[in-house]
């Protein structure tokens, strides 16, 4: 199976990735986190990619292309893949057809996960992470049960940098402008399933599982 989760910021992509990922059993490829952990590293990658980070921006296409050339490639995509926030545009998207070409391979269904700006906004701003364990929680949905401290290991939360409501309408903004023209390229080739990702993870995980025939 292999997987495009498709929708703006704060649409629950990256949640419900790992929950296909132990449904199917194969792997999530997240250029968001792949750029953060080179912010993390300190790498030059990291370097070169937290100037866009920050302010809401995509990183260059070529940088991005580059990372996911080098992902499939691992044996752990063999069996299928969930991508999670690539492609981002057109050219990337192009791209990518470019390379499974070559492999022999074919993107199975896209998921397009659809929410409103207004919605989004209050789920981004509440969002909070532990820079230690990595758990996640939100501060009206999901808090923990110390305000501001993470429950599996005590470590004070942080806000993701890109989660302040200036930079959020930034990558709204972006998202509409580069990244919603790809819901009509993947209508065109037939792969594309649109989920309401308004409702419980539960409902939104169903919902997806349907759409994709299981
Ligand atoms: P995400 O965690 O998917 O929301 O990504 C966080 C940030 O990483 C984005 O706002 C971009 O700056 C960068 N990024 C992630 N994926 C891509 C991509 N496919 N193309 C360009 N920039 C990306």
């Known amino acids: 199976m292999k997987l495009i989760l498709l929708g703006p910021p704060g649409a629950g992509k990256g949640t419900q990735a790992v929950r296909l990922v132990e ?3 194969i792997p999530q490829i997240s250029t968001g986190d792949i750029l953060r952990k080179a912010v993390k590293d300190g790498t030059e990658l990291g370097t070169l990619a937290k100037k ?18 080098d992902r499939l490639m691992e044996p752990d ?18 791209a990518l057809d470019e390379m499974l070409e070559k492999m022999g391979a074919r993107i199975d269904h896209v998921v397009n996960i659809s929410v ?68 009509k390229y993947y209508e065109a080739k037939q792969l594309l399933r649109t989920i309401p990702g308004e409702g419980s993870m539960e409902e939104i995980f169903n919902a997806i599982l349907k759409a994709l025939g299981e």
Not at 61 to 67: K, L, R
């Open 23 to 25: 449904h199917f059993g």
């Open 52 to 69: 866009y980070m920050d302010k809401g921006e995509l990183v260059p296409d070529e940088v991005v292309i580059g990372i996911i050339r």
């Open 77 to 94: 995509c063999q069996k299928g893949y969930i991508l999670d926030g690539f492609p981002r545009t057109i050219a990337q998207a192009e």
């Open 116 to 183: 409103a700006d207004e919605e989004i906004i209050k789920r981004l701003t509440g969002r909070r992470t532990c820079p230690n364990c990595g758990a996640g929680y939100h501060i009206l949905f999901d808090p923990p049960k110390k305000d501001g401290i993470c429950d599996k290991c005590g470590t004070k939360l942080i806000q993701r940098d890109d989660d302040k409501e200036e930079t959020i309408r930034a990558r709204l903004e972006v998202y509409r402008r580069q990244t919603e023209p790809l819901i």
